[in-house]
């Protein structure tokens, strides 16, 4: 069994999760586990990246995907994990109001990004017990903040907002246990979801990220950053 740190990055073959996977496995040296639910396109970004980054198939929205990843490949193959990166998330809904929204649209965004980090966080736990210095990073948004709420994009910023409550709430939990929890919003950057266009580049919004996935011991948990900076909740 590795020595090597092994983390898991959720959503990983395009956009912020890509660019983590790079950073972590380029320049910490990590052997990153890139879940996809399209396992064919997740090889094609893992092989992109090279330094033995590997897909696993992996749609966090369904919980027999969920088992499976973790139960047939992760902890047979590994045994353990030091990092879990939740970034896979779906709809950012400007075309809709709150008070005319699709609500089937709604709960399935919620499928997505919140009960599929609780669901992939309830399944890490066991394995982060068995790494090193581990680290749970839940990909947030500002447009999850409730300081700075606004109207619009209402399944995915109310989404983000219980993102972040899990955030809280776990992190309160395992603390005893040494894990630290943080949520992290990547600013707003030039991914599927930029489709007004002018975001940042990923490789900056990623970095982010990669600071609270390899945060030192005594590092914070319980928190809600940008950049490596406490926001508002």
């Given at each position: 069994m590795t020595s090597q740190r092994i983390a898991l990055v959720t959503g990983a073959n395009r956009?912020?999760?890509?660019e983590v996977s790079r950073q972590l496995a380029r320049d910490h040296g990590m052997k990153v586990l890139m879940g996809a639910r399209d396992l064919a396109?997740?090889?094609a970004a893992a092989d992109e990246?090279?330094?033995a980054a590997?897909?696993?198939e992996l749609?966090?929205?369904?919980?027999?995907s969920v088992a499976a990843a973790f139960f047939l490949m992760v902890e047979p193959i590994y045994g353990r994990l030091d990092v879990l990166v939740n970034?896979?998330?779906v709809d950012y809904d400007t075309d809709q109001q709150v008070h005319l929204a699709d609500l089937d649209r709604v709960r399935r965004a919620f499928d997505t990004n919140l009960f599929g980090p609780w669901d992939t966080t309830i399944a890490a736990v066991p394995l982060l017990q068995r790494g090193t210095d581990a680290r749970i990073v839940n990909v947030s948004s500002g447009a999850g903040s409730l300081n700075s709420m606004s109207a619009g994009t209402p399944g995915y910023g109310v989404s983000k907002a219980a993102l972040n409550a899990l955030t809280l709430k776990t992190a309160a939990a395992l603390k005893p246990l040494g894990i630290l929890v943080n949520a992290v919003c990547p600013g707003?950057?030039?991914?599927d979801m930029d489709m007004g266009g002018g975001g940042r580049p990923i490789s900056e919004g990623a970095k982010g990220v990669v600071w609270a996935a390899t945060l030192p011991k005594g590092g914070p948990t319980g928190g809600f950053f940008r950049d490596g900076v406490a926001i508002d909740w």
């Open positions: 956009g912020i999760g890509k396109k997740g090889q990246i090279g330094y590997e897909a696993l749609d966090v929205s369904s919980p027999d970034n896979a998330g707003w950057v030039a991914t």
